[in-house]
């Protein structure tokens, strides 16, 4: 998994195996896995900056709201992402932080994939294991 995911089939929606040494690596793997079902993201520039502060009540939710907001930031201010650091991700009060890097959709250059239409709570478990962090998300399509 040299990309921090793969993707499997579901039903009718597409999901994603997400790894990460760390949680924040693990939620700027999930963020690339996201935007890699939308669209190329090599082809959107890193031109601007949109800095990412969301909150939850468990982890699984944390996760869900951070790429919610990313999908959000697309459907509102038709933005596409190529790059994403997380600062922090805080275990105890379910805070996260960080930057994702792109630039408006410009269809003529950005060739959309597919809709994403919102991250499910479908049996969502993000679990640490030895050497790193580990979660399943399901996107509906």
């Known amino acids: 998994m040299p990309a921090g995911y793969e993707f499997f089939e579901h039903t009718a929606d597409v999901g994603a195996v997400v790894r990460g040494a760390t949680l924040p690596r693990l939620f700027e793997n999930a963020a690339r896995a996201l935007f890699d079902l939308i669209c190329d993201r090599r082809t959107a520039r890193p031109r601007r900056a949109v800095h990412i502060a969301v909150r939850g009540s468990s982890l699984e939710d944390l996760l869900v709201r ?4 990313l999908l959000y930031r697309l459907e ?3 933005l596409v992402f190529s ?3 997380v600062e922090r991700v805080d ?4 805070r996260a932080r960080g930057t994702a890097r792109g630039e ?3 269809r003529s250059r950005h060739r959309l994939r597919r809709e994403i239409k919102a991250v499910t709570y479908h049996q969502i478990r993000l679990v640490r294991g030895r050497s790193a962090w580990r979660v399943r998300l399901v996107f509906d399509v």
């Open 66 to 69: 951070w790429l919610s907001e």
């Open 91 to 94: 275990r105890l009060l379910f």
């Open 104 to 106: 408006r959709l410009d």
């Open 83 to 85: 790059s994403f650091k």
């Open 76 to 78: 509102t201010e038709d």
